[in-house]
């Protein structure tokens, strides 16, 4: 599920194909929108909510322009189930996680196209979540007990955190990427601060509890 940014409507990533975006006062269906052949996994929004990010158990992402309702770029790639997706603040840059271990960031103002895939993790991948600033870090999560950041705009590896707790199934990261946000398969929510400053190219680091 996603908020859109103007807080009045909620989206919901479903099993049957398709995603559906609501009016949280009513209740009401806005748009039901179909395009993925198997379960649609997980739904995000561009900053500005003129455009929603899906990824699915096909192996695809799509862009969405909620303006018409039409799916506008097909982002292929992966070749498992996209689990995870999020859009960078900078409007134009989409994160997207897979089952195949790995992450692809794609411009949107060029057809969709892969900037980069980082072979992120050892295990499948539970979130990509990007910094909420222009230019910020971009976080993986994964199933092989680590969190990840990476550095803008070359998308090198910032900090390997081992977290200790087994399969992360979810993550996120506050501005500056100073607190990370981890939830386990263990049954535990954890606040993490971590270590800075952010070099480029830095060593695994431990993270403490907050």
Not at 14 to 43: I, M, N, P
Not at 126 to 141: D, I, K, N, Q
Not at 147 to 163: C, F, I, N, Q, S
Not at 173 to 198: G, K, S
Request: glycine share 12%.
């Amino acid at each position: 599920m996603a908020f859109h940014p103007g807080g009045a409507q909620v989206a919901t990533a479903g099993f049957d194909a398709t995603w559906r975006l609501w009016d949280c006062e009513t209740g009401r269906e806005l748009l039901c929108q179909e395009g993925h052949s198997r379960a649609v996994y997980c739904v995000a929004f561009q900053n500005d909510g003129a455009l929603a990010l899906s990824g699915g158990l096909d192996g695809h992402a799509r862009v969405w322009d909620l303006r018409t309702g039409r799916s506008v770029l097909t982002l292929s790639g992966h070749v498992r189930a996209v689990l995870a997706c999020d859009w960078s603040a900078d409007g134009h840059t989409a994160a997207t996680g897979a089952g195949d271990h790995a992450a692809r960031l794609w411009d949107c103002r060029a057809a969709g196209r892969c900037i980069t895939q980082l072979p992120a993790h050892a295990g499948l991948l539970t979130a990509v979540r990007f910094e909420p600033r222009a230019g910020g870090a971009l976080l993986t999560s994964s199933h092989d007990g680590t969190v990840k950041l990476w550095g803008a705009p070359a998308w090198g590896l910032l900090r390997a955190m081992r977290t200790g707790e087994g399969r992360i199934m979810a993550a996120d990261l506050v501005a500056n990427a100073e607190l990370v946000a981890t939830a386990a398969y263990d049954r535990t929510v954890r606040i993490w601060a971590v270590p800075v400053p952010h070099q480029q190219g830095g060593a695994d680091a431990a993270m403490q509890e907050a």
